[in-house]
């Protein structure tokens, strides 16, 4: 079987969604089975080499999400057709194949105001997203949480989607020495003990709250305790810089921008508590990184995010700052707290595996196709 991937959001720098969608096509391609893949993206990006794995490098016009969707996908599925297209967020208009939606979030039609784009692009993206809900063959959401979300927004049959959870890449569960850590922490201007956030800057992760929680704990505490934010500037970040800016302890507050895997690996080992104050997550992979680290994890009781940590995270109101700073105080000063956390946490992540993701979404492939199934013979 023939399978085209959207490969739109895989680059050099990945993060969210490129972080996922690496992931699961080189699971995909690792299956024993005897499909081809072939990803559609326009981002120097280099896979790790496999025989039944193609990139097809789009022309610029792809980059264009209007000129994707109307034209660019059709134009080259027309020509070089595919058994199964699996589509990431939007379903490209007017391809002849089965199709498999990726549908993560979408709150650009459920949370509006969560998402800072203007009103225009977030009619035209809720205009393609209906559109791509009702062609979908089959539609692959991350959690429970966005299954029912989906079904209550849009009339569709239930047995239209299905819920593969997302997977931990196993190099943060493996454990760096000492030196190591230490090497990155003061490439980074780093100090411990700190507490570490992950994802990118804007509105909806709820970092200005978790700044004003910050000068809290440090007005209350005393001794000094650096806050760490690893992510890249996005939508509205100026806010965000502006009350790291205006906070008494600005010194002390770490903005790194991207970092690589390699360091993002030592930052979460070596942090002090991980923090997760987002207000609206479709799944949300830092939590379970930090587990799979080692790191004890505090997280917001909002949206998907209580369903992938289940009991092994302290849970919080992201919107009370009395109650954030509640959990991070707990969990800074709970030594049993911490170890049970930890332990919990370790156990759990086993139950988020990229091969798991990759094998199901492979079943959906080959249900969706009505093609014979695969013997799983290498390709």
């Keep these: 079987m023939k399978i085209g991937i959207d490969g739109r959001f895989l680059g050099p720098r990945p993060?969210?969604?490129?972080?996922?969608?690496?992931?699961?096509?080189?699971?995909?391609?690792?299956?024993?089975?005897?499909?081809?893949?072939?990803?559609?993206?326009?981002?120097?990006?280099?896979?790790?080499?496999?025989?039944?794995?193609?990139?097809k490098r789009m022309h610029f016009f792809h980059r264009n999400p209007y000129l994707r969707f109307l034209f660019?996908?059709?134009?080259?599925?027309?020509?070089?057709?595919?058994?199964?297209?699996h589509a990431l967020y939007t379903v490209p208009h007017n391809i002849r194949s089965k199709v498999v939606l990726s549908l993560i979030e979408f709150n650009w039609i459920t949370e509006p105001g969560l998402f800072p784009a203007n009103p225009l692009i977030?009619?035209?993206?809720?205009?393609?997203?209906?559109?791509?809900?009702?062609?979908?063959?089959?539609?692959?959401?991350?959690?429970?949480?966005?299954?029912?979300?989906?079904?209550?927004?849009?009339?569709?049959p239930?047995?239209?989607?299905?819920?593969v959870p997302l997977g931990v890449n196993d190099?943060?569960?493996?454990?760096l020495p000492g030196h190591e850590i230490d090497r990155i922490l003061k490439k980074h201007s780093i100090t411990p003990p700190y507490l570490l956030f992950v994802g990118n800057l804007h509105p909806r992760k709820n970092v200005e709250r978790l700044i004003q929680c910050y000068d809290i704990i440090r007005e209350q505490e005393g001794s000094p305790c650096q806050l760490v934010l690893v992510g890249e500037k996005h939508w509205k970040h100026e806010s965000i810089v502006g009350r790291m800016q205006s906070s008494p302890y600005q010194e002390d507050i770490r903005l790194t921008g991207y970092v690589p895997l390699e360091d993002l690996c030592a930052l979460y080992q070596g942090a002090h508590l991980f923090v997760f104050?987002?207000?609206?997550?479709?799944?949300?992979?830092?939590?379970?990184?930090?587990?799979?680290?080692h790191t004890p994890v505090v997280v917001s009781n909002a949206s998907s995010v209580p369903d992938v940590v289940g009991d092994a995270a302290l849970l919080f109101d992201p919107f009370d700052v009395t109650d954030m700073r509640r959990a991070i105080q707990e969990a800074i000063h709970n030594d049993s707290l911490r170890s049970r956390l930890v332990e919990t946490g370790e156990g759990w992540v086993k139950n988020f595996s990229w091969a798991g993701a990759a094998r199901k979404t492979c079943e959906i492939y080959e249900e969706v196709s009505g093609l014979p199934k695969s013997s799983g013979g290498e390709p």
């Excluded at 992931?23 to 559609?40: N, S």
């Excluded at 190099?171 to 454990?175: A, D, G, N, Q």
């Excluded at 104050?277 to 680290?293: C, R, T, Y």
Aim: glycine share 6%.
């Design 15 to 55: 993060s969210g969604n490129g972080v996922v969608s690496e992931m699961l096509i080189d699971h995909l391609a690792l299956e024993k089975t005897d499909h081809q893949f072939v990803v559609y993206g326009t981002n120097d990006f280099d896979f790790a080499p496999r025989k039944n794995l193609r990139l």
């Design 72 to 85: 660019t996908f059709s134009s080259e599925l027309r020509r070089n057709p595919v058994d199964v297209f």
């Design 122 to 156: 977030r009619f035209q993206l809720g205009l393609m997203t209906r559109y791509g809900v009702r062609r979908a063959d089959r539609i692959i959401v991350p959690t429970d949480h966005v299954r029912q979300r989906l079904l209550a927004t849009f009339s569709i």
């Design 158 to 163: 239930e047995e239209k989607v299905e819920v």
């Design 171 to 175: 190099c943060f569960s493996e454990r």
């Design 277 to 293: 104050p987002s207000l609206e997550e479709g799944f949300g992979l830092p939590p379970l990184e930090a587990m799979a680290s």
